[in-house]
């Protein structure tokens, strides 16, 4: 699915040079659940930047299924974030206006599903998740767990082909981290594709594969072996 080559990120300033990604190369298949790793300041973040199209590379190529998105212009580069990714984010980024029927409906807002099918979409994903029973309820009448799923549920409601996740539980306690972590698996196990990143090594265990960074390059990258009982 994804295919990054060579990618390096370079910052800018009048006295300074900054470099966050060095010479990184990875592959992603299709229904991988892969855990990015490393101390604050490797990189991690902006190499989900990166795959995001939230940021783009200084040097090096980025395809996704075979699309060389390097050189697309800004309007393609959000038609792909559209069509492909679902974003979750360590501070929800839920709009507090809205309620939580309405924030999970957002993520269909451009993709131009007509109103009934949108309707039964947002049900779904709500379902998913566990949240349905606070549908009609604001962001700030939820718990820090509540808001995560609600964000999940706006991340997975297009059906995105990759879901990128930049510390999902690094605003929650022990327990809603937990849960968090098992929706997650459970979308993996239904064949959603997602890349993670966090601090957490027992949460990074969900995943199938583990990315190691430090000072903005991949050091290590190791698959977990699944024991048959």
Request: glycine share 10%; net charge neutral.
């Amino acid at each position: 699915m994804i295919t990054l080559s060579g990618i390096n990120r370079v910052y800018r300033s009048e006295d300074i040079e900054t470099t966050a990604l060095c010479s990184i190369d990875l592959e992603v298949q299709a229904g991988e659940f892969v855990a990015i790793m490393g101390p604050s300041g490797c990189g991690k973040s902006t190499l989900l930047n990166v795959l995001g199209t939230l940021d783009r590379p200084s040097s090096g190529s980025y395809h996704f299924e075979g699309e060389n998105l390097t050189d697309r212009k800004e309007a393609a580069l959000a038609r792909h974030r559209r069509a492909h990714l679902g974003f979750v984010f360590q501070s929800f980024n839920l709009i507090d206006d809205l309620t939580i029927e309405e924030n999970t409906a957002l993520g269909l807002r451009y993709r131009r599903i007509e109103a009934k099918a949108g309707r039964e979409r947002v049900a779904e994903a709500m379902d998913r998740v566990g949240i349905s029973h606070r549908a009609r309820h604001y962001p700030h009448q939820l718990s820090g767990g509540q808001q995560q799923r609600a964000a999940i549920a706006r991340a997975i409601v297009g059906t995105p082909k990759l879901l990128l996740a930049d510390e999902p539980t690094g605003n929650l306690d022990t327990e809603n981290g937990l849960q968090v972590m098992e929706i997650l698996a459970g979308l993996n196990a239904e064949g959603a594709t997602i890349i993670m990143v966090t601090h957490s090594p027992s949460h990074a265990d969900y995943a199938k594969r583990q990315v190691g960074m430090l000072d903005g390059r991949i050091v290590q990258s190791v698959r977990r072996v699944l024991q048959e009982v």
